[in-house]
């Protein structure tokens, strides 16, 4: 996929495998169908020119570094029944500044967000701290953790969330 620039998936695909767009540099869209129910592990790995991403409703995990080194990654939006946000699944994706954890997100593997250096607003969307492990993030300093109205205390005293320097409501 050396060449690869863009592709758009046809409706009726179910899933991305394994490594299926491993280290496509060129790659900057992509268009994935509503149909798409899993991402395999290192999916879109060094895809360092994607630019955005729109996850379909039907995905409720993203697997292990499957945005990994996504250095251009700015805009990543991710599906409203999502579960679970795999291990080192964004790292590295230096572009990403802004992100919302939608409120079925239940827990955030260690490095899952590392090293994603331009991260400055964090929202999150559920009422209770996901389970996150350590080194799930690095930018304590710098990202602005937005949670819901009334949740601000759960998170300052939640393994990984309570490291973040500034917590909104």
């Known amino acids: 996929c050396s060449n690869l620039t863009s592709i758009t998936l ?10 299926a767009f491993y280290y496509c540099k060129k790659m900057t ?10 991402l395999g592990n290192n999916a879109f790995m060094g895809c360092e020119s994607l630019k955005s991403i729109v996850l379909p409703p039907n995905i409720s995990y993203i697997d292990t570094e499957t945005f990994f080194g996504c250095a251009s990654l700015a805009t990543v939006v991710l599906p409203s029944n999502l579960m679970s946000i795999g291990y080192q699944a964004f790292k590295n994706c230096s572009s990403l500044a802004s992100i919302t954890i939608p409120a079925s997100v239940q827990s955030v593997d260690s490095y899952a967000f590392y090293d994603c250096l331009s991260l400055d607003s964090l929202f999150m969307e559920r009422q209770t701290p996901p389970v996150a492990y350590d080194y799930t993030f690095n930018t304590f300093t710098n990202t602005v953790l937005t949670v819901p109205v009334g949740a601000k205390s759960a998170y300052k005293s939640a393994n990984v969330w309570k490291n973040f320097v500034t917590i909104l409501e």
Do not use: M, N
């Not at 869209?29 to 899993?38: A, K, L």
């Open 10 to 19: 046809p409706a009726g695909v179910t899933s991305i495998g394994r490594e």
């Open 29 to 38: 869209s992509i268009v994935i169908p509503e149909s798409v129910t899993s």
